[in-house]
Each structure stands twice: as C-alpha cells, then as structure tokens.
C-alpha cells in the first residue's frame, strides 16, 4: 500500500553529496537553516577537517548524523589492492566512529573483466574481514545494492535479493541501505523488502528519481518527481517491513550541481513532500 | 563450462542495424562475401522495398534470414495507444512471414510513469492479442529482457526469468530472445537459461560487449572484446541449455556506425572467433 504524504521535514536527510558543491559547513548551516534534520556525510567534504569536531559542529546544529559514505569496493584485481581496500575501510569507520555516524554505506565494487562470482566472493570475504573492525568502533555496515548498470566498475550486488543475502551471512551490524534509484525496476523488491525488514536488515533508503532520457550513467539522476520512481509506493512497502530511519536524499547530478544550491535546496524541500 | 572457441562462421548472424549506415543490399552483398551465415533484418531496411523479393534476395545471397527486429513496445497510456501497439505488431508479423523470418523480437515497452506491474500487465494482454496471428503467419514471438536501465521507457521485462515466466504464459510459438548485453550482470542467469531451454523457450542469443565507461545508455555498445562480458561462458549455458542457432551480433554504437563498415565488419569476424 502507497505511504501516505509526509507532513513535516522530521525525517529528511540530505547526502552532502546532493549539494556537491557546497563544504560540510555550508551544507551544516543551509540544511540546518532549511529544517533539514539529517545529513548523510560523503567522505570527501571531511578531507582537512577534525573530524570529531565537524560531528559536534553538525550535532549542535541540529542535524542527526544518519550515515558516512562510503566505504566498499573489495574486489581487485591482486592480494595487494584487496589489502588496500580493507586498510581504507578500516579507516572509513574509523572516520564514522570520529564523526559519530551510526553505519557507513557500502558501495561494494566490481572490477571490469574480473568475473561477477569472484568479485561477489571477495566482497564476502572484504566485509567478513572488517566486521571485528565495525565490532570494535561500534558502527554498522550496510550493504547497498547498486542498479546493473553498475556491474562492470562498481558493484557486483545489483539487487535487493542479493544485499539481503550476503548481510544475512552476518550478524546485526551488517545490513543493506536500499535505494530508489538503484531497485525501482525489480519485479522482487516488494517482497525483497518485506524479507529484507523482517531479517532486521533494513539500516537505510535512499531517494532520487530515474530521468527519461537519462543522458549519463553516473551523474544524471533526478529530484523526486523529475522522474517515473513511485516512490510512495516503495516507501509504503519501506514502512511496512518496520523501517522508521530517515528519508535520505541522495542525488548524483551535474545538471542540479551547476544551479545555485541555496534554491536548489528549497526545491528538495519541495520535492520531499509532494512526492516521497 | 564455457564454450569451446568458435572455429567458423557457420553461426555468425548480423543484425542490419549493427552495420546501421549501410541499406539492406548493401548488408546483403558485404555479409554474403564476408562468409557471414545469418541476418536479423531490422524493419527500417525494409522500407519502400517488396518484402518478399528482399527475403528472396538475401536467401540467394546464402544468409539464412534469422529474425525481423523488431515488435513489442505494447504497453500505452490509453486504449487507442494499445490498439495502435497491436496493430503494428500484426504488421510486423506480415512482414516477418513475407520476408521468410521464422520469428520476430519483442521489445515489450514501456511508458514512463506507468506502474511496472500495469505495463508488464499490458505486455502478457498485448501478446495474447497478437498471439493468434503469429499463429496464422506461422512466425514466433521471442520476448527480449532488456537491461534495467530500459525501464522507464523500452521494456518492463528486465531479466531472463520475467522473459520466461511470460513466455511460459503461452504455446511453443512464444519464447524469448537472449541478449548478453542485457543480462550479464544478472546473477540467476545460468539458472535461469537452464530453465528457458529445459521449456524450450530459448529461441535466440545476441551479443555484444559492456564498455567501461559506458557513455550512452543506448547507443555505446562494444564489440565483443572491448569490454567485460564473459561470453564463452555465457554461450556455454546457452549451448549446454539445447541451444543450437545462431550467434547474432547486434551493436548499437555511435562510434562504430561512424567508422568505415567493410572495416569493422572484417573486426566483427575477427570479435567473433576471438571472444565469442
């Protein structure tokens, strides 16, 4: 059953990413100003900072510390860049645990040419090496899936089904973050989320739209509503397998990143409760 | 098991619009002396000729006509849209017959906005419609999966198992046309083409190469070799499943259709027993 509208700001997150160009305290002030109660912070705009102090300066602003992205991308090629990347994930949560963020996303990787089977495997074998990592700094992980067209660089987790899965191997502090953007397509992801929720794997949703034409892979996602994603149809599917996070806004656009932010922001606002 | 090397052209097919700049004589003359054995014609070369004397001119040439591309795209906003969708479907039976094709493909549609359920609802109504003059034309129907990333306004049917459950829906003259360029990232796919063979529903297998980066949605294809799908083991299934046709290379590439086409059409034979 569709979710019915949301009524207040109480839930909406922002990735820091959606608002590319902005630094972490523009984004800290224009979010916290706009009734934003969540941000979602990309590693990028925490490179120079103190990383502690730029938690408690999101904190006292008022904005709730939903998630660091990201970590992931196992697979390689070779032993040594398998080690590398476990080496950087350790130090995502340590970042996370810094920062104060509960989980850090997971986009899990792909190496072209490397077969799907194997860079699955070694995704499975990534997260089961810094899980007594995440055990130690208290943060979770969650496994996002990515859309197939996604497989050949940067996951070889493509569906909810798959996510479910491979954090059902472990235990609660391994779960999926499920995107709109990413599943909207799947004929099994209304009965992948119940599944999904029921596991208690449910850690996050995500929230863009799919544009007609989409004239880049990577960087031509929508704000909710420019596109066809029913996204009070999944969220009403989100919420019935128990998921009570936030709504988080995460949009990868070089057409939305070129405007001026400020107004940009108001439109999420917008968009938020006309069509999440 | 993947596939033992290709040693010969005795199944290579082309699909006309993989060498898009040249007519339909043209493809006929430089397929024929480049030993190519098959050709998926594309309707858009049939246009202004008589059908059956093309047929009867490509069958003299010594290509063995493999398919008409292509039918589908049934689901519509309104009524009128849907009768629109099914008339032309009949039209293309005719054409199919009148050309000595054996089966058309179906790229089932979609319409952005409409519901997936509605539209893939709309796909098994359109081909139950059109189910009775495929059977009076003596032509099959081969539902293509196509990549999720078609979605919004190509195809509802996004994997091998949708495809085969539909076809399932119906009499050995409904099956499904496989496409490596679609499917590979699919985790069920080896399963899943176990299953559509076993039902006897594998009634086609084209190929072509996923690109990194891949900078079109529709238009970048690679030809098999420049990019990451695992086609010998692909076509391992396919052959393992009771598939015994053709290998139809079908590319849509901006960067290929501008090149010199006697030139690439010698790479596609080289493509072909190198990595196919």
């Avoid at 004239?215 to 919420?239: A, K, S, Y």
Wanted: net charge negative; aromatic share 8%; proline share 4%.
């Amino acid at each position: 059953m569709p979710a019915a509208p949301l009524t207040d700001y109480s839930r909406l997150c922002i990735h820091t990413i959606t608002t590319k160009p902005w630094s972490l305290e523009q984004a800290c002030d224009y979010y916290a100003r706009a009734g934003v109660t969540g941000i979602t912070v990309w590693r990028d705009t925490l490179e120079g900072r103190d990383i502690a102090a730029a938690g408690r300066r999101l904190t006292e602003a008022g904005l709730e510390i939903v998630s660091l992205a990201r970590g992931g991308f196992f697979p390689a090629a070779d032993g040594a860049g398998r080690q590398k990347a476990l080496d950087d994930n350790r130090r995502c949560l340590d970042e996370a645990a810094a920062l104060g963020a509960p989980h850090v996303v997971l986009v899990c990787g792909a190496v072209p040419g490397l077969p799907l089977a194997e860079a699955r495997q070694q995704i499975t074998d990534g997260i089961a090496a810094i899980l007594p990592h995440a055990h130690a700094t208290g943060v979770k992980l969650a496994i996002e899936p990515l859309h197939p067209m996604f497989a050949d660089n940067r996951s070889a987790i493509n569906t909810l089904k798959q996510a479910t899965d491979v954090a059902s191997k472990f235990d609660d502090f391994v779960g999926v973050a499920l995107d709109t953007y990413h599943t909207w397509w799947d004929d099994q992801l209304e009965t992948e989320i119940a599944r999904c929720g029921k596991l208690g794997k449910l850690f996050a949703f995500h929230v863009s739209d799919w544009r007609t034409p989409t004239v880049d892979l990577l960087n031509d996602r929508g704000l909710m509503g420019e596109g066809c994603i029913p996204f009070r149809q999944i969220r009403g599917c989100v919420e019935a397998a128990g998921f009570r996070g936030f709504n988080e806004v995460e949009i990868f656009s070089n057409r939305l990143w070129a405007g001026d932010q400020a107004a940009y922001l108001l439109k999420i606002r917008e968009a938020y409760l006309a069509h999440v």
